[in-house]
């Protein structure tokens, strides 16, 4: 497995919750900066068996906000792949259907004359009434 490339972030933060993560951190005897990697892993893969967040991602990657990359490093292949085979399908016009020959006259493809709908008078129609 090939280390993934790694990129320096500075933010700021409670001073409380910097002591608390230190304190943490030192009694699992690991680095602040494990701690707090693996608390965002965690936090990630929480939300994405949220519906809600789900929706958002889906949302973002049909409108085109973020790429497949993206939704599949969050949501995992398979679901990236439904996503993107169902895109596809949505962004893809319709086939046409092709006549190789003129239809028939109503009168022919009926075999007689073309049946004429009737309205039933709904006083009458006791299956709408129950």
Do not use: C
């Amino acid at each position: 497995m090939v280390p993934e490339e790694k990129t320096r972030v500075d933010f700021n933060a409670p001073i409380s919750l910097v002591d608390q993560a230190d304190v943490v951190a030192d009694l699992l005897n690991v680095s602040r900066t494990q701690l707090l990697i693996e608390a965002l892993r965690d936090e990630i893969e929480e939300l994405a068996t949220d519906g809600g967040f789900r929706r958002m991602i889906s949302d973002a990657y049909y409108s085109g906000e973020i790429d497949f990359e993206t939704v599949e490093s969050i949501l995992g292949t398979e679901e990236a792949m439904r996503m993107k085979l169902l895109r596809a399908s949505l962004n893809r016009d319709p086939p046409e259907p092709q006549v190789e020959s003129e239809l028939p006259p109503p009168a022919e493809f009926y075999d007689g004359d073309v049946p004429e709908w009737t309205p039933h008078d709904e006083a009458d129609d006791t299956e709408s009434r129950a």
